[in-house]
């Protein structure tokens, strides 16, 4: 049975038409492969199309141009080596890259005195990440050609090109060396000194070091800097900070962090009894300092994730001015982590408001604001439609975004009616409801009619400034 998959972006739309693994089973992937199309608008108005080889090809070219463009280390091809199918090279700008593809399949192409001309494409860093995407969408899918796996390989150390001349690196080394061979030489007519046997300072200094802490029993050096360390000082700091009061940021940081902790407390052994911690937390999601509750999380503070996650400053003793919020985060010996704030926060007063503005609101339009959407109940199933969507979506959203402070990726649900109006959002980690409104998000949202068919999409704003629209349940098959 015939069976046609479509990975469609604004600037690239890969066709995949093949033969399915059991005829009798509609759901059955596509496992042999027929033919491939790639159509990239506004770069070329030519179809390339190709069998297995063809695809092949362009994944792994696509694959390893994509790595060395976001390593910045070259990946040279094998010297006397055929050229492939499909190549992609970095143009004379930064931003343009030339997609080349052969037009004779692979062969002698020497002595064919028939052989076209590879076919040159110009592509922008926009088109070339939609055709990245395209590539990703199609590895990803399990109902598509199982067995093609991407492949990366790491590149051998002695292809990055070193950023100082050898003799500027050499030097530091040079004088070392003569240095050594100098101190060694003076330090050579220095008679050895005379000792008269005497009692260690550090012996007599050491009971009174060891019970340094009134009611504790005495503890060595190293144990005595770890309960230090585990005893909460790194919060001594934090007690002039402003807390955090808002309801809604509270939420977000409560959920973001307890993410984290769980998914850093994946595969440890699990304690005796719970571990209790109380913690502050910025208004960024870093975890700020922490203090145990009890006595089993001293003895096991190790064994969890806070030493790994707390954002260490550079100048530890100075009081920390940013607000931040408490919370008490205790790990279960079920392998839980549950997270606490210290204090209920005070909800924030809202100004009376008619039926209308209410319903209108739902999604918000500020980091307080940004409300979770309700289920959607009346979904919009066509494919073709949904794939209308999510490009106006992109346009929008692109049109008016500019350059955010964020320091890590912000993820949004955002909703669509059918005709295209934004009705609702909703930040999904901490960090987006925190700057959604460096976002052009609450200016994108309209007063719609709330009983049309809708759609949800995923909005990444990336940490290195690309935007990414998808569909929330995934492209359409």
Request: aromatic share 4%; charged share 25%.
């Given at each position: 049975?015939?069976?046609?998959?479509?990975?469609?972006?604004?600037?690239?739309?890969?066709?995949?038409?093949?033969?399915?693994?059991?005829?009798?089973?509609?759901?059955?992937?596509?496992?042999?492969?027929?033919?491939?199309?790639?159509?990239?608008?506004?770069?070329?108005?030519?179809?390339?199309?190709?069998?297995?080889?063809?695809?092949?090809?362009?994944?792994?070219?696509?694959?390893?141009?994509?790595?060395?463009?976001?390593?910045?280390?070259?990946?040279?091809?094998?010297?006397?080596?055929?050229?492939?199918?499909?190549?992609?090279?970095?143009?004379?700008?930064?931003?343009?890259?030339?997609?080349?593809?052969?037009?004779?399949?692979?062969?002698?192409?020497?002595?064919?005195?028939?052989?076209?001309?590879?076919?040159?494409?110009?592509?922008?860093?926009?088109?070339?990440?939609?055709?990245?995407?395209?590539?990703?969408?199609?590895?990803?899918?399990?109902?598509?050609?199982?067995?093609?796996?991407?492949?990366?390989?790491?590149?051998?150390?002695?292809?990055?090109?070193?950023?100082?001349?050898?003799?500027?690196?050499?030097?530091?080394?040079?004088?070392?060396?003569?240095?050594?061979?100098?101190?060694?030489?003076?330090?050579?007519?220095?008679?050895?000194?005379?000792?008269?046997?005497?009692?260690?300072?550090?012996?007599?200094?050491?009971?009174?070091?060891?019970?340094?802490?009134?009611?504790?029993?005495?503890?060595?050096?190293?144990?005595?800097?770890?309960?230090?360390?585990?005893?909460?000082?790194?919060?001594?700091?934090?007690?002039?900070?402003?807390?955090?009061?808002?309801?809604?940021?509270?939420?977000?940081?409560?959920?973001?962090?307890?993410?984290?902790?769980?998914?850093?407390?994946?595969?440890?052994?699990?304690?005796?009894?719970?571990?209790?911690?109380?913690?502050?937390?910025?208004?960024?999601?870093?975890?700020?300092?922490?203090?145990?509750?009890?006595?089993?999380?001293?003895?096991?503070?190790?064994?969890?994730?806070?030493?790994?996650?707390?954002?260490?400053?550079?100048?530890?003793?100075?009081?920390?001015?940013?607000?931040?919020?408490?919370?008490?985060?205790?790990?279960?010996?079920?392998?839980?982590?549950?997270?606490?704030?210290?204090?209920?926060?005070?909800?924030?007063?809202?100004?009376?408001?008619?039926?209308?503005?209410?319903?209108?609101?739902?999604?918000?339009?500020?980091?307080?604001?940004?409300?979770?959407?309700?289920?959607?109940?009346?979904?919009?199933?066509?494919?073709?439609?949904?794939?209308?969507?999510?490009?106006?979506?992109?346009?929008?959203?692109?049109?008016?975004?500019?350059?955010?402070?964020?320091?890590?990726?912000?993820?949004?649900?955002?909703?669509?009616?059918?005709?295209?109006?934004?009705?609702?959002?909703?930040?999904?980690?901490?960090?987006?409801?925190?700057?959604?409104?460096?976002t052009p998000l609450p200016n994108l949202v309209t007063t719609a009619d709330s009983t049309a068919n809708q759609a949800d999409f995923q909005v990444v704003f990336t940490e290195s400034g690309v935007l990414e629209v998808n569909p929330w349940d995934g492209w359409p098959q």
């Open positions: 049975m015939t069976v046609q998959r479509q990975y469609t972006l604004p600037h690239c739309n890969l066709v995949l038409e093949g033969l399915s693994a059991d005829a009798n089973d509609p759901l059955s992937p596509l496992a042999v492969l027929m033919n491939a199309e790639c159509h990239l608008p506004g770069a070329t108005d030519a179809t390339l199309s190709g069998g297995r080889e063809f695809l092949d090809s362009l994944v792994a070219a696509v694959s390893r141009y994509g790595q060395q463009l976001l390593s910045g280390v070259p990946y040279p091809r094998a010297t006397g080596s055929a050229p492939p199918m499909v190549e992609i090279k970095p143009g004379d700008l930064p931003y343009h890259h030339h997609l080349i593809v052969q037009q004779q399949p692979l062969g002698d192409r020497v002595n064919d005195v028939n052989a076209l001309p590879p076919l040159d494409i110009q592509l922008t860093t926009v088109q070339f990440y939609d055709l990245m995407e395209a590539v990703d969408q199609l590895l990803a899918d399990t109902q598509t050609l199982p067995d093609m796996k991407a492949q990366f390989q790491a590149v051998s150390r002695r292809l990055v090109r070193p950023t100082e001349p050898m003799t500027k690196r050499a030097t530091p080394a040079a004088l070392g060396a003569a240095a050594l061979a100098a101190a060694g030489l003076a330090l050579f007519f220095v008679p050895p000194p005379e000792f008269e046997p005497t009692r260690p300072e550090s012996e007599a200094s050491a009971p009174a070091a060891a019970s340094a802490v009134p009611g504790e029993p005495p503890r060595t050096d190293g144990e005595t800097s770890e309960a230090v360390a585990a005893d909460g000082d790194s919060l001594d700091r934090l007690e002039s900070a402003p807390a955090i009061t808002d309801a809604a940021t509270i939420a977000l940081l409560q959920s973001d962090v307890t993410q984290r902790l769980q998914e850093a407390w994946a595969d440890v052994p699990r304690p005796s009894g719970d571990l209790a911690y109380r913690m502050a937390v910025s208004e960024d999601g870093d975890i700020l300092g922490y203090q145990y509750e009890n006595d089993l999380a001293l003895e096991e503070v190790d064994n969890t994730p806070l030493p790994q996650l707390t954002f260490v400053p550079v100048a530890g003793a100075e009081p920390v001015r940013e607000r931040v919020a408490q919370f008490v985060a205790t790990f279960t010996p079920d392998g839980e982590v549950r997270l606490e704030p210290t204090e209920t926060p005070a909800e924030t007063e809202e100004p009376e408001t008619n039926a209308s503005e209410t319903d209108t609101s739902k999604a918000g339009t500020s980091e307080a604001d940004a409300a979770e959407l309700p289920t959607l109940e009346d979904k919009v199933t066509d494919s073709d439609r949904i794939r209308e969507l999510n490009s106006d979506l992109y346009d929008s959203i692109l049109a008016e975004l500019e350059p955010l402070s964020a320091n890590e990726d912000l993820r949004f649900r955002v909703r669509l009616t059918e005709t295209g109006e934004v009705v609702g959002y909703e930040p999904v980690n901490a960090a987006a409801g925190l700057l959604v409104n460096e």
